[in-house]
Nanobody
Framework: QVQLVESGGGSVQAGGSLRLSCAASGYTYSTYSMGWFRQAPGKEREGVAGIWTDGATRYADSVKGRFTISRDNAKNTLYLQMNSLKPEDTAMYYC???????????????????????WGQGTQVTVSS
């Protein structure tokens, strides 16, 4: 069966860095777009970063220049390098497969969580000030 297993979360001070990983199995990883979403308490789940099969990447405005998404198709693994972390980055971070994008008229953006096909269980990231 399909499994997405996140790791790498933890607690860090503002300005610090973390690297999240997502190990995928049970499907043909290289043929799926992949992404990271996050959900803070009391807020909706939002797309943070996405990477498509052609290598194209999309980022939420709030993380541009600080987060980098990458994928290793040989290892069936997705990564999210998070630098210059802020307290507002505190959330549960989820790995997703089969995400979609849309053209806003200005730029490409990640579609909402309802459009993703598979989900991981999440890993907690806490950033203290």
């Amino acid at each position: 069966q399909v499994q997405l297993v996140e790791s790498g979360g933890g607690s860090v001070q503002a300005g610090g860095s973390l690297r999240l990983s997502c190990a995928a199995s049970g499907y043909t990883y290289s043929t799926y777009s992949m992404g990271w979403f996050r959900q803070a308490p009391g807020k909706e789940r939002e797309g943070v970063a996405g990477i498509w099969t052609d290598g194209a990447t999309r980022y939420a405005d709030s993380v541009k220049g600080r987060f980098t998404i990458s994928r290793d198709n040989a290892k069936n693994t997705l990564y999210l390098q998070m630098n210059s972390l802020k307290p507002e980055d505190t959330a549960m971070y989820y790995c997703a497969a089969g995400i979609l994008q849309y053209w806003s008229g200005i730029s490409w953006s990640i579609r909402g969580p309802r459009d993703a096909t598979y989900w991981g269980q999440g890993t907690q990231v806490t950033v203290s000030s």
